[in-house]
């Protein structure tokens, strides 16, 4: 019995008791034995061809896969490069297919890209930016609000409306050439007992992880590179350069338009989030809650607070709290140069060097999506 015909039977199924149920409320009555009995039987028999019909389909769905010759597994373009990798790693590159200069080796493609993955996953700023991934200067294009004079009024039928005009200006991102070095110990690297890829790539990641997040929250030379989140025109003082009150934390999160609130989270120095977490009302009673939130560290005024050593502390100055909507407000550009190995560069320290190059620049896109906390004795 094809699909077709197990369709057909079930639906004259479904009609018997349709009218059987029908003839019940017409009658106005129970359903006798007899026909509670008939029931059960054409309801179990529908559920059979459902799960009848449900197999079919999903047995069409399958397609015979190619059997390996000489009974080897097939193995993808990634898991051969993955393997290959390791095995240079451990002196055993021999035929691989990873190329090969002198001393140095490059890294296959895949796993650059789960290197750059990894650093998504360390840097929630990287990871929420908006990024671009082009060579040469890329601009992106905004609406200059001093000279916006695009206003709408009222009018009279028959009178020519007065044209009004804006301006657009542009936030161009650069390429700045920035290296990342680990260097790894021969030692771990010949146990059979480390997964040899994920641990290169976590060095090679959590490296870069805190050079992005240093570059974005305090620049190391803003006025000729980055400029970073730093560069925020939104700025609350604290009155102090030395201590934060819940007045500062509330002006600082309201600088930014409902339109940004969505998405946006607190970014601060780990002691000045304990002392945001150490506030206390007049009657001793702690202000904000410090429950864990969806990976976050805690949260201040409902919004997540994520933790970063690269933030500047509570100092004359510093820019101790961004509260930020990443999306919004960063636009970050990451263009992947290349990864080697240097073999002989470490050799007397029984280390093996892995380093990165890359074009960096990360910028403030939209203004009115970050704001910062200065610790200042100007006005709050």
């Known amino acids: 019995m094809n699909l077709k015909e197990l369709m057909e039977k079930r639906n004259d199924l479904v009609g018997q008791i349709e009218e059987l149920t029908k003839n019940i409320e017409t009658e106005q009555r129970a359903f006798t034995p007899e026909e509670d009995a008939k029931v059960d039987e054409l309801t179990k028999e529908v559920e059979t061809i459902d799960k009848t019909i449900e197999q079919c389909e999903r047995a069409q769905k399958f397609t015979k896969k190619d059997i390996a010759s000489d009974n080897e597994e097939s193995e993808s373009t990634e898991q051969m490069e993955i393997r290959a990798f390791a095995d240079f790693l451990r002196n055993r590159a021999g035929d691989s297919n990873i190329t090969k200069d002198d001393n140095t080796a490059v890294i296959p493609k895949t796993v650059v890209k789960k290197i750059i993955d990894k650093i998504k996953d360390i840097s929630p700023l990287f990871r929420d930016a908006e990024k671009f991934n082009i060579t040469g200067t890329v601009s992106i294009p905004y609406v200059d609000a001093a000279n916006d004079n695009i206003t709408v009024a009222y009018a009279s039928e028959f009178t020519d409306l007065e044209a009004k005009s804006t301006k657009l200006l542009s936030v161009d991102l650069n390429g700045y050439l920035a290296g990342v070095l680990a260097k790894v110990s021969i030692s771990l690297l010949n146990s059979t007992d480390i997964d040899l890829v994920d641990f290169v790539v976590g060095k090679m990641?959590?490296?870069?992880?805190v050079f992005i997040d240093s570059e974005i929250l305090a620049p190391s030379d803003p006025t000729h590179k980055v400029t970073g989140a730093a560069a925020a025109t939104q700025i609350v003082?604290?009155?102090?350069?030395?201590?934060?009150?819940?007045?500062?934390?509330?002006?600082?999160?309201n600088k930014l338009k409902s339109a940004y609130q969505t998405g946006a989270y607190f970014v601060m120095h780990p002691d000045t989030f304990t002392a945001c977490q150490l506030l206390k009302d007049r009657n001793d009673r702690y202000l904000f809650n410090d429950d864990v939130v969806e990976g976050f560290s805690g949260t201040i005024l409902g919004k997540p607070v994520y933790v970063s050593d690269q933030c500047p502390a509570i100092a004359a100055n510093a820019n101790a709290i961004y509260y930020i909507n990443p999306a919004q407000a960063l636009a970050v550009k990451v263009v992947e140069d290349n990864v080697q190995l240097l073999r002989e560069k470490y050799a007397t320290q029984h280390a093996l060097g892995v380093v990165e190059w890359l074009e960096f620049d990360a910028k403030i896109q939209n203004e009115q999506a970050v704001a910062v906390l200065n610790m200042s004795t100007a006005s709050i």
């Open 237 to 253: 003082y604290a009155g102090s350069t030395s201590a934060i009150t819940a007045d500062v934390l509330i002006r600082l999160k």
């Open 205 to 209: 990641a959590a490296a870069a992880a």
